[in-house]
C-alpha cells in the first residue's frame, strides 16, 4: 500500500451538525423568578406556615390589591379562580350565558378563549381581525350584531381579547354592544396593565377575564386566574360558583364547579404585583431598541393602537417568509416562537363545526402564515437585547 493511501484514509459519514445554541430565549419563566427570589420565597414560606391553603387570607388580599392596581377609584372587584380559561367560564356563567346563546370572539386567539364559551354549552361565532393590531375587527363585530347570522341562537356576549397586550378598539364596540344589549368582555389574558385613553384594561367591559400563567405579564408560578368587575352582584355570583356554588358551606344555592386560586400561588402573586409596572416598562424599554433596528429594513415593527399604552406581552413581526427568518435567527442563537400557527377555527377539534362572521376570517389566516414572536420578557440582559437587534439590523 502507498504512503498516500495510508495517509488518507476511506471518508465516512459526516455527522450532522449540532442545533444551533439558543442564547436569547424567546421567554423565561425561571428568570422571572430568579429576578424577585427573595421576595417570592418569602412569600411562599408565609403561606406555607399559615396551615390554610385554599381560599384563605392570601388569596383575599391579593384579590383586594388586584383590584386596587387595576383601578384606584375602588369601583372593581376581582374574584381568583383556578385559570385564564376558567375566568372567562365564570363571567359567562355569572351572566347566565349557556346553551341557546351565541357569543362573539375571534379565531385568532388562544384556543382557551373559545374552549370556555363551548364549557358553558354557547355556540361561538368567529369574527375577523384588523390586520395592524391582530385584534377583533370592531366593523364586522357592528354589522353581526346588526344583522346576526341566520340559523343561530341571539348573540348574548362579545369577548374582546386584547392580544398580545394591545387593546382592541373598544370605543365603537362598546357603543355597538350597548346598542344590541350585548354584554362585552374583555379577555385580558395577555394585557395585565395595558390601557386605553389612560384606562386600564379590564375596566371598560361589564367584565374581565385575566390569564395568571407563568409566562403572562403578571404569572404564578403554576397556574392561575382572575375575574374583575364593577357589578358588585356579578362578582358575588361569580364567586359563588367557583366554589359549587356555595353562599354558605356545603350548601349549593345554584348549580357551581371547582376553580379556585390556591393560597401559594395568591401569595406569589402578592409578591409579584407590585413589580409589574416597572416590568411593563422595561418590555416597552425592549420594543422601542426592536423597533429601532428595524427602521428602515423591510420588516415592520408592530403597529400601537393611538391613546393605546401597548404592554408587549408579544412582541409580533408579520413575515411572508416566515420559517426562514426563524432559522436564520436560531442560527444567531435567538429563539421565536408562534402565537399561534393555526386558527381556531382551523383546528382539528373545530374544523366546519363553528361559525364564522361574514369576512370568513380571511385576515386571520394570513397573519396565521406570517406572524413570529421575538424574545420579550422584563429579565432579557441589554446584552441578549443587543443580540437581537444585531440580527435584525442584518435581515434587514
Known sequence: MSETRRMNPPATAVANPPPPVITVPQADPGAGYRARKAEIDAAVARALASGWYILGEEGRAFEREFAAWLDPSGAQRAVGCANGTDAIVLILRGLGIGPGSTVATVSHTAVATVAAIEMVGATPLLLDI?????????????????????GLPPIRAAVAVHLYGQACDLRPMLEACRAAGVALIEDCAQAHGAALDGRRLGTFGVAAAFSLYPTKNLGALGDGGVVTTADADLAERMAAIRQYGWRERYVSDGPGINSRLDEVQAAVLRARLPFLDAGNARRREIAGAYDAALAGGTLAAPVCREGATHVFHQYVLRAPGREALQARLRQAGIGTAVHYPVPVHAQPAYRGRVALGPAGCRETELAAREVLSLPMFPELTAAQVATVCAALEELG
Open 130 to 150: 384588523d390586520p395592524d393590531t391582530y385584534t377583533m375587527d370592531a366593523d364586522e363585530l357592528a354589522a353581526v350584531l346588526d344583522d346576526p347570522p341566520p
